[in-house]
């Protein structure tokens, strides 16, 4: 398996505009999270799913990011508008129960 | 609420052991783990211990639980230059869904 996959890898946008990133989870996996990692604040849990249902996005910063899983196989989370307080690196993660699988994270700039 | 607490830094010598400590406060969790984050990397999963066990071994690895007083440590044995990372205790409810960081040990390795 080619394990979690995000893109883009690397984003640099302008203040204000809608950034939109995206995961691949593991086959078979049915819980997908979404973190986010900077230096002031750690990873943050912001939202996960369970067969493709929203559990607790309580960690979801505001109402600018929203997530989707709208299938097994794919989930996006968006910030809209973006602003450069945004900036970290974004984390996918999935698993079957217990241990969690990241994949190589989105490290967002934006300016 | 659930918290995870781990010292920021550690510093060894190539072949010395290192030792990572973590405190833990849900008393019910079910799993423990440690991931290890390389530079511009996603976490790893690296071992993970179940809260009836007190030990586990793997490789140069050595878990510790200590379910009492609610303590975790992972020890590195023969630490190389390559252990250099970041190290993260982490714990999962019952559910199974909703897993709790620490804030990460950064581990130095000097040649």
């Known amino acids: 398996d080619a394990g979690v996959i995000q893109s883009p890898r690397h984003e640099v946008t302008e203040m204000g505009q809608e950034v939109t990133l995206r995961c691949k989870p593991i086959?078979?996996?049915?819980?997908l999270f979404w973190y986010r990692q900077t230096m002031m604040r750690g990873l943050e849990l912001l939202i996960y799913?369970?067969?493709?249902?929203?559990?607790?996005d309580s960690g979801m910063p505001e109402d600018r990011f929203s997530a989707k899983m709208p299938n097994a196989s794919f989930s996006t989370l968006k910030i809209q508008p973006s602003e450069p307080r945004d900036s970290a690196v974004y984390f996918c993660a999935s698993s079957s129960g217990g241990s969690q699988y990241f994949g190589p994270g989105t490290r967002l700039l934006v300016l | 609420g659930e918290d995870v607490e781990q010292s920021l830094f550690l510093s060894v010598r190539e072949g010395d052991s290192s030792v990572i400590n973590c405190t833990y406060t849900?008393?019910?969790?079910?799993?423990l783990y440690w991931y290890k984050q390389e530079p511009g990397a996603g976490l790893q999963l690296l071992t993970y211990?179940?809260?009836?066990?007190d030990m586990k071994q793997d490789q140069r690895l050595t878990v510790l639980l200590n379910k009492k007083d609610k303590h975790l440590s992972l020890r590195i044995a023969d630490t190389q230059t390559g252990d250099s990372a970041i190290y993260f205790c982490?714990?999962?409810?019952?559910?199974?869904?909703?897993?709790?960081f620490g804030a990460g040990t950064r581990l130095f390795v000097k040649a």
């Open positions: 799913f369970n067969n493709n249902v929203p559990i607790d």
């Open positions: 982490a714990e999962t409810d019952t559910g199974g869904f909703k897993t709790i």
């Open positions: 211990i179940f809260s009836n066990m």
């Open positions: 849900d008393s019910s969790s079910t799993y």
């Open positions: 086959s078979g996996h049915n819980s």
